[in-house]
């Protein structure tokens, strides 16, 4: 296993394992977090994000961990080095949207509606005042999803998500404070925005119970942005808060929409495969069940389209496909 800085000699003790709550327990408690992680073969970076777990100062949570059938050890690692961590296996079907929604269906059962859902993907690290900050943040904004800012791990001053806004007529995306410095921003800084992603969202349980589960029926993959826009239609904020900062191992991701150039093999995978963010399904769906009304889901869903398709144009090669770890861009 890999060593790094958020490995350290703490006990198992020291992330709290919260037992299942009486259903009449008074909401004056603290709230628990309950984290929800989704894994797949990546078991160097799911030991070094449970070991950054492992440090947060803020210990009322528990980590829900669901392999979906890997074959590189991790299932045996955690149960041997993180044994307070609940794990449920995956028989390898369950893809992201499959696995976070097991993992919600166990919170369920045990959390109060007081109490929030931590979304958010292994090939991140935290630093050990997140959690600390999240519940922060949830006591200062009520009837709020809140996303956590993206900085690359080998450069974190540097914004790699801040957030999206979307016209959603036009269907035009508009990135936030994208490649700006974190440090010129107040730590308060908080931005209202679209959508959200897996990658550090806090979403309290009552939304669950009021618009349901992540839409895995139709999103095997890419299946985070839907239910954040969901629960914008249902009178929820949503924001992405500078103060709670995830570092991404950028290079981790094998999304083929971070590619800097395609060839026209790519044509297929792009438009039609199950790990794309451009998966024409996906973009079908996504516009048919975030749309508030018909003309905006005939309008979003064309121009989205167009959008997709010039992203793809563009970038097209002859017999070249370059990975995008310098200069790439997601659709």
Not at 11 to 36: C, F, H, L, N, W
Not at 46 to 67: G, K, P
Not at 216 to 225: A, E, I, M, S, V
Request: charge should be neutral.
């Amino acid at each position: 296993m890999l060593a790094h800085p958020c490995s350290d000699t703490h006990k198992p003790e020291t992330m709290q394992v919260i037992e299942q709550m009486d259903a009449g327990e008074s909401s004056s408690r603290t709230p628990t977090i309950y984290v929800v992680v989704p894994t797949f073969n990546r078991i160097s970076y799911t030991e070094m994000f449970l070991s950054c777990l492992r440090r947060q100062t803020f210990t009322n949570f528990q980590v829900i961990l669901v392999d979906d059938g890997s074959t590189d050890g991790t299932a045996a690692m955690v149960e041997q080095l993180f044994p307070e961590v609940h794990l449920i296996k995956g028989d390898g079907n369950l893809w992201w949207t499959g696995a976070i929604n097991v993992g919600i269906k166990q919170v369920l059962v045990r959390a109060s509606d007081v109490d929030a859902v931590l979304v958010i993907n292994d090939d991140l690290e935290v630093d050990p005042d997140y959690f600390e900050v999240l519940h922060r943040l949830m006591s200062s904004m009520p009837n709020t999803l809140i996303g956590s800012v993206v900085v690359d791990i080998k450069n974190p001053d540097i914004i790699e998500n801040g957030g999206v806004i979307i016209n959603w007529l036009t269907a035009k995306h508009k990135r936030v404070n994208s490649r700006a410095r974190l440090s010129d921003f107040a730590a308060n800084t908080a931005v209202d925005v679209s959508y959200l992603t897996g990658r550090g969202t806090l979403i309290p349980v009552r939304v669950f119970h009021e618009i349901g589960l992540y839409d895995d029926k139709h999103f095997q993959q890419c299946g985070d942005t839907e239910l954040p826009v969901r629960a914008g239609n249902h009178g929820y904020r949503l924001v992405v808060s500078y103060a709670a900062v995830v570092k991404s191992h950028i290079s981790a991701s094998d999304n083929m929409n971070v590619a800097k150039y395609y060839s026209i093999k790519d044509f297929k995978p792009y438009f039609f495969g199950m790990k794309s963010n451009c998966r024409l399904k996906y973009h079908l769906f996504f516009s048919l069940r975030t749309a508030q009304n018909p003309i905006y889901f005939i309008s979003y869903f064309l121009c989205n389209l167009v959008r997709i398709s010039y992203h793809f144009v563009i970038r097209l090669r002859f017999n070249v496909r370059k990975k995008g770890k310098d200069g790439g861009t997601r659709c």
